[in-house]
């Protein structure tokens, strides 16, 4: 078993810091927030977002980033806007040899780096891990049987992520494509905003059916084009997220589509879920494809609503109306 520190104690970290728990290795769960870690500490859970799943206390809360030091494993999942600060962070803590996974999901802003080049360009000499799939907090908490990939340019550290995570109710596939798979993951969100706003339009499932594979077609096209490979968009992070997360309303992309799609401004909806990473790439998302001069109508669209008061109700008539071509091209 081994020392395992989890960074950011929101849905996903306190997920995976008890699901690690459970499987017998010493769990450390850091957040930067006092409130936030005293609030688990006194309830003993993470009320708000992870309500009866026990935070046993086995597992050590703390706001100290000193304590990564002991971590044969550190994982992040804190938003994307605060992965490279708390990269830069652990960088003076970080024991030899540990493996550094990113948990989170997106693309920096402004400079389009996927998050393992985000950690890597503030850990230098580190190749960072992707662990990314079809996986809500809300079940990886309870144990309900989850299965993800886990992605490197380096395959012993890919590798060494699947032997210390993977048991009965978490399996881990392992991949050398962490471009695909990142990209798939960061990209499926804007999908997921757009299911939403679907929903919340009063849509059907054939809407919604035609909008997930059209959207995994763009995913795939600009994804191919910064040098992914085409299979890992049909895998789990690619298809497989694009379904748990356009399903479910443990989604908070979906979510806040769905009040987008029912009248409320962008900025409101995401004030009201909190976390929505779709909100956040669909900037970057937009931008990256025109800069690789790549049709994704469906992000553009987003992007639209989200950024330049595109009306939603227009949305979906613009996307239909769009020249025929061929399905494949
Ligand atoms: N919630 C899920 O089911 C889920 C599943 C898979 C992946 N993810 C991804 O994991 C990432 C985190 O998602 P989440 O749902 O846990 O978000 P969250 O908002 O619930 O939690 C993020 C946590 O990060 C920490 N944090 C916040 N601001 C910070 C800052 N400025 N500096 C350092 N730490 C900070 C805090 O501990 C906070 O609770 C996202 O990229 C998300 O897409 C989430």
Redesign the pocket.
């Known amino acids: 078993m081994a020392n395992i520190t989890i960074l950011?104690?929101?849905?996903?970290?306190t997920a995976l810091a008890v699901m690690a728990n459970r499987h017998g290795h010493t769990v450390t769960l850091w957040?930067?927030?006092e409130d936030?870690i005293a609030s688990i500490r006194r309830h003993g859970q993470h009320k708000k977002?992870l309500p009866d799943i026990p935070v046993e206390p086995s597992i050590h809360l703390t706001c100290d980033i000193r304590e990564v030091s002991d971590a044969d494993l550190v994982i992040l999942?804190?938003?994307?806007?605060?992965i490279a600060?708390?990269a830069a962070q652990l960088r003076p803590y970080l024991k030899k040899g540990a493996v550094v996974a990113n948990?989170?999901?997106?693309l920096e802003e402004g400079t389009y780096r996927r998050f393992t080049e985000v950690i890597e360009g503030a850990l230098p000499g580190i190749a960072a891990v992707a662990l990314s799939g079809p996986?809500?907090?809300e079940e990886v908490g309870r144990g309900i049987p989850t299965v993800v990939v886990s992605a490197s340019r380096d395959a012993a550290a890919a590798k060494r992520v699947q032997e210390l995570l993977m048991n009965p109710t978490f399996r881990i596939y392992t991949s050398s494509d962490v471009v695909g798979v990142e990209l798939g993951g960061a990209l499926k969100?804007v999908i997921a905003l757009a299911a939403g706003i679907c929903d919340g339009l009063g849509m059907g499932d054939n809407t919604k059916a035609a909008l997930m594979t059209r959207g995994l077609a763009e995913i795939t096209r600009l994804g191919v084009k910064l040098g992914a490979d085409p299979i890992t968009f049909g895998g789990l992070s690619g298809m497989g997220d694009l379904i748990v997360t356009c399903g479910s309303m443990?989604s908070r992309n979906r979510r806040a589509g769905m009040l987008i799609g029912g009248g409320l401004s962008p900025a409101e909806a995401v004030e009201r879920v909190?976390?929505v990473?779709g909100y956040l790439v669909a900037g970057t998302a937009y931008h990256l494809a025109n800069k690789m001069g790549v049709e994704m109508p469906i992000a553009e669209t987003c992007y639209r609503i989200c950024y330049e008061n595109y009306p939603p109700e227009r949305a979906v008539t613009a996307l239909m109306s769009r020249p025929g071509c061929q399905e494949t091209d």
Do not use: Y
């Open positions: 950011g104690s929101g849905g996903w970290g957040s930067p927030f936030e977002l999942a804190v938003p994307s806007f605060a600060s708390t948990a989170g999901k997106g996986s809500h907090a969100n443990h909190g976390t990473e």
